[in-house]
């Protein structure tokens, strides 16, 4: 009994069609890994005070991935460091893997001034790779150009 060619092509194509329709999902879907690094925002409140070397305390809060993790920081600056001041800070850190490595020693080179209110603004790198941007109000008398170090740690 000789086969039906017109079935044959039939499922063929049905076969490819299938296929191809599997294939184009693949490619089209978002693939991301747990490994993957992905960025967070950051809010803090950081209270700074000093004469030739500074220091710093406060606290914030990273949002990661839908979830809300509170935090400390505390800091020491070396440099030309004169006044006290009380900042706000907000912005992103990026290139987390886990949340853990949000956590550590960070450091930042830079100044700032500020005569009862001014701007503040900050960029923070860790030992595992995690950046920090941030920026927002302070108010206070403050004059500032040194190293800064923060230690950040998870509550």
């Known amino acids: 009994m000789p086969r039906n060619p017109e079935r044959r092509r039939i499922a063929l194509r049905w076969f490819i069609n299938r296929l191809a329709a599997v294939a184009l999902l693949a490619l089209t879907a978002p693939v991301t890994p747990a490994s993957a690094q992905a960025s967070g925002d950051v809010r803090l409140k950081i ?14 809060v990273l949002i990661y991935r839908g979830r809300t993790y509170p935090f400390r920081l505390s800091g020491v600056s070396l440099g030309i460091t004169a006044g006290a001041t009380v900042g706000r800070l ?15 020693s960070y450091s930042s080179v830079g100044g700032g ?34 190293i800064s170090g923060i230690r950040i740690s998870l509550k």
Request: charged content about 15%; hydrophobic content about 45%; glycine content about 24%.
């Open 47 to 60: 209270v700074k005070a000093g004469l030739l070397v500074g220091g710093g305390v406060g606290s914030g």
């Open 90 to 104: 907000e912005g992103r850190a990026s290139g987390i893997r886990e949340v853990s490595d949000f956590a550590g």
């Open 113 to 146: 001034a500020a005569l009862v209110g001014g701007l503040n603004g900050v960029h923070l790198r860790n030992e595992k790779g995690v950046t920090m941007v941030l920026q927002g109000p302070k108010a206070g008398l403050e004059f500032a150009a040194n």
